[in-house]
């Protein structure tokens, strides 16, 4: 098993800390201890014991309540998105399966596909098509070796999510072949308006949803991130989970929980602070007036 260099998180890793001017960074300016704590009091009273593996069952029911037909037996809390995805794609995959990946993406899955000898077959959403997908070349790269399909909705780099329609025939075609489909949603809740992006959850028995808390909610340093899937598959990578990380941070569960106010549309949604649109990732940067209308699309890159 050799991993090919992520040359991306490389470059990023090493220069996010020594630049004066960030012009790269794909998440929202990041909440201070003070804010996301709201009273440190309570977090001064937190054991720093192991916590629980697969995640409290309270946190994972909050993750469950905004992933559609899921509960907390669906949920298992990961470090960061990222580890939800290699969890995922080390659960499911072995050399020789191949994996389709909606491209362009953020490389992770594509890395670790390769590095577990999978074969990736490409298929890329185009600029002249609106960055739109082309479902019939989607169709075209799934075959009965494909083992899982990989997609990233809104997609990072284009901002493009996918429509409820196009949701629905990507799992008809995964479907057809029996493949699984991992669908990356840590962008979600970054649209423009009121209006969230359409999930992958409920929509099928094969599905593992992959978030966190390091884009929309301003908090990358928790590294608390989640995958939804069926209970059988969340047992398996618990499994794995034992050889990586073996649970979440106990504080940053903690902070999870308490840091952002609770609001109507979201468990997480400290974004609810701006009263101009409620999801607006740009609204809801601390520091932003309240009367502040959001007047630009939000890049995701
Ligand atoms: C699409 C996508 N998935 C996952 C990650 C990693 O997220 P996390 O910090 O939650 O591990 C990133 C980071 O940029 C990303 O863009």
């Known amino acids: 098993m050799k991993f090919p260099t992520f040359d991306m ?13 960030d012009l790269s960074e794909s998440g929202v300016e990041a909440l201070t201890l003070e804010e996301a704590a709201r009273d440190p009091r309570e977090l001064m009273r937190t054991k720093l ?11 994972r029911a909050l993750v469950a309540s905004f992933h559609s037909g899921s ?21 499911l995959v072995s050399a020789g399966d191949e994996v389709v990946v909606v491209m362009p993406n953020y490389m992770q899955v594509h890395g670790i596909a390769t590095g577990l000898g999978a074969r990736v077959r490409e298929v890329w959403l185009r600029e002249e098509r609106g960055w739109t997908i082309d479902l019939d070349a989607l169709a075209a790269a799934v075959n009965a070796k494909t083992k899982l399909i990989c997609v990233c909705t809104p997609n990072n780099p284009t901002a493009q999510a996918l429509t409820r329609g196009e949701i629905g025939r990507i799992v008809e075609i995964a ?13 979600r809740g970054a649209e423009l308006g009121s209006e969230e992006s359409a999930s992958f959850s409920g929509r099928g028995e094969r599905i593992v949803v992959s978030g966190g808390l390091s ?6 340093g928790l590294r608390i991130g989640w995958l ?17 990380t073996i649970a979440p941070a106990t504080l940053s569960e903690q902070l999870a929980e308490i840091a952002p106010a609770p609001a109507a549309s979201t468990p997480f949604a400290w974004s609810s602070r701006c009263g101009a649109s409620p999801r607006c990732a740009i609204a809801a940067w601390p520091g932003t007036p309240r009367n502040c209308t959001p007047c630009s699309p939000w890049p995701i890159w």
């Not at 998180?9 to 001017?21: C, G, L």
């Open 49 to 59: 014991g192991y916590a629980e593996g697969v995640g409290r069952e309270a946190t």
């Open 9 to 21: 998180e490389r470059m990023q890793s090493v220069w996010e800390h020594q630049i004066r001017y």
């Open 215 to 220: 884009k929309v909610y301003g908090l990358p």
């Open 175 to 187: 479907d057809r072949h029996g493949a699984w489909i991992l669908a990356d949603e840590v962008y």
């Open 71 to 91: 509960g907390p037996e669906h949920v298992m809390l990961t470090t960061g998105t990222s580890e939800a995805n290699f969890l995922t794609l080390m659960t």
């Open 228 to 244: 939804v899937a069926p209970p059988v598959e969340v047992e398996s990578a618990l499994r794995l989970k034992d050889y990586t």
